[in-house]
């Protein structure tokens, strides 16, 4: 079943701008990269883009999605001065790859172009994205 984010943990979710994704293997090993992200209100999407180490290979991230088909993104936020800023939530739920003929690609490519500068000189129009739909949020301390 999936869960939906409170407007808070909405605004959360797009004010900050890197998460923690992390995954499992078959096996049980865990396994957590930080990740650029966009959020279209429902889903979070990341793209599988021009990594320097990304051969003919799957990264361990994707063939993780492909055993298990969940993954979890942590969101936080951390001020040194002031701990009662200190915020952090979390995304549970199915993760699934997506190519470029997907219904849910070409918004996501547009969105993250929007929030990050650096995706705009890059061919995010063929990369892969990891799509993740939420069934748990947790979520904990400032956030409004």
């Not at 490519?109 to 929007?114: A, D, G």
């Amino acid at each position: 079943m999936a869960a939906e984010l409170t407007p808070e943990q909405q605004a959360f979710v797009r004010r900050c701008r890197v998460g923690r994704l992390s995954t499992v293997d078959a096996s049980g090993e865990a396994f957590a990269v930080p990740i650029c992200y966009g959020f279209d209100g429902t889903r979070i999407f990341t793209p599988i883009d021009e990594k320097p180490k990304h051969t003919k290979r799957p990264l361990k991230r994707v063939r993780n999605i492909m055993e298990t088909g969940r993954a979890t993104l942590l969101i936080d936020y951390y001020e040194d001065d002031d701990w009662s800023q200190l915020a952090w939530l979390m995304i549970r739920g199915r993760a699934f790859i997506v190519d470029q003929d997907h219904p849910l690609h070409a918004g996501s490519v547009e969105q993250l172009r929007n929030r990050y500068h650096q995706y705009r000189e890059m061919d995010l129009e063929t990369a892969q994205m990891i799509i993740l739909e939420p069934d748990r949020v947790t979520s904990w301390g400032a956030i409004s």
